[in-house]
Every structure is written in C-alpha cells, then in structure tokens.
T-cell receptor, first 116, second 115 residues
Framework: DAGITQSPRHKVTETGTPVTLRCHQTENHRYMYWYRQDPGHGLRLIHYSYGVKDTDKGEVSDGYSVSRSKTEDFLLTLESATSSQTSVYFC???????????????FGEGSRLTVL | AQKITQTQPGMFVQEKEAVTLDCTYDTSDQSYGLFWYKQPSSGEMIFLIYQGSYDEQNATEGRYSLNFQKARKSANLVISASQLGDSAMYFCAMREGRTGNQFYFGTGTSLTVIP
C-alpha cells in the first residue's frame, strides 16, 4: 500500500472556524491532490500540487487554500468553514513518467468533515 | 462539458454473470490515461485497471477488462464472473495534460451483485 496518511480522519467544527487537513506521503511522488466527495458528484478536484510550493486550483477551489512546503506534506485549509464544505476529503498522490509510471492515483483513507 | 460521463447511476448483476459499466470521456489531447477505481462501502479507493491512449490492446487485470474504443471515446469496464464482493461504487477517471497532472472523475456507478 502507498504510504499516505490523512489527519484528522474525522472532525466536527462550527461555521466560521478555520480547519486544516493534512496529507503526508512517504512515496516521494511529485503530484499531490485534494478531492472532495459528495453524493451525486463523484470526486471533485479542489487543489493540486506538482512540486514544493507549486500548486494550482481545481474545479471547486473557492473557500479553500493549500500549501506544500515539503515534498511529503500537502495541507488543505478552510479559512472559514461553511456548512457546504461538509464532505469527505481525499488526498491522493501520483507520479507520471511516460513508459515508467502510468500515473494512477493512490488515495489516502479520507477525512470526514462536518461543519455545523 | 463533462470530461468523464458515467450514465448508469446504479446497476444490478446476478452472481457469476458478467457486467459492463459504461464510461465516455472528452479530451482533445493525444496522450491521456484512463482508469477505473472501486470504492466499497468501507470508503477506500482501490485502483483496478489502466489504459493508455496509445495502447492498442485492451487492458486486462484478472476478472477486470477495459473495453477501449478510441474513436467513440469510450472506456467501459467489464467485470466477468461477478462476486458478492464486487458490490461497490465504481469510478471512471482520466488523466490528461502534457504534464500528466490533470485528473477528472465521473460521478460513479453503484453496482449491486445479487446472490
């Protein structure tokens, strides 16, 4: 199994409070991703990173920020949580090199966030 | 436009029968990858199978095969000899982009295997 750890795994918080989710990998993969999963929507990309301090927005980035100061860590921050951000958040990693890696995503176990 | 379309929200199959889960994709890139993932009720995401856009043969992994029709932009997953443990959500995904770092997922198909 790929070494990906998400923390916390479960969190309940109140509207307006800041929340940070952490993703830690031991695989030295270049790419790291944050997805949210909601019924009927599948997985939607929030932000991704292609290297230390290199990040970009996904399709549902509003209200979220990320940071990657080390290869192994990718943080997702909700500056002021809202009830619409109640979801299951997945971190994923990959590496892709033509003819070497196919680039499949390896997922963490997910973090369930409830915003009251 | 949706990058990945899965038109079957739910499917049922009899145990030991084969089932096909549909997936169509939209890209203008020549180089891309197609993936299928399984998510059982426990919640983890399990990689099943991969097909590269330049691969001429359909990918196979055990009981899983990917029916890749490039001209139709479809990448259907075929599960042969269904087992009760195959009951899960199945997601089709595509990696595209020159740097290979853009991933898109479909909305998923819930498969139920009936004893």
């Amino acid at each position: 199994d790929a070494g990906i750890t998400q923390s916390p795994r479960h969190k309940v918080t109140e509207t307006g409070t800041p929340v940070t989710l952490r993703c830690h990998q031991t695989e030295n993969h270049r790419y790291m991703y944050w997805y949210r999963q909601d019924p009927g929507h599948g997985l939607r990309l929030i932000h991704y990173s292609y290297g230390v301090k290199d990040t970009d927005k996904g399709e549902v980035s509003d209200g979220y920020s990320v940071s990657r100061s080390k290869t192994e860590d990718f943080l997702l921050t909700l500056e002021s949580a809202t009830s619409s951000q109640t979801s299951v958040y997945f971190c994923a990693i990959s590496d892709w090199l033509a003819g070497v890696y196919t680039g499949e995503l390896f997922f963490g176990e997910g973090s369930r966030l409830t915003v009251l | 436009a949706q990058k990945i379309t899965q038109t079957q929200p739910g499917m049922f199959v009899q145990e030991k029968e084969a089932v096909t889960l549909d997936c169509t994709y939209d890209t203008s890139d020549q180089s891309y990858g197609l993936f299928w993932y399984k998510q059982p009720s426990s919640g983890e995401m399990i990689f099943l199978i991969y097909q590269g856009s330049y691969d001429e043969q359909n990918a196979t992994e055990g009981r899983y095969s990917l029916n890749f029709q490039k001209a139709r932009k479809s990448a259907n997953l075929v599960i042969s000899a269904s087992q009760l443990g195959d009951s899960a959500m199945y997601f089709c995904a595509m990696r595209e982009g020159r740097t290979g770092n853009q991933f898109y997922f479909g909305t998923g198909t819930s498969l139920t295997v009936i004893p």
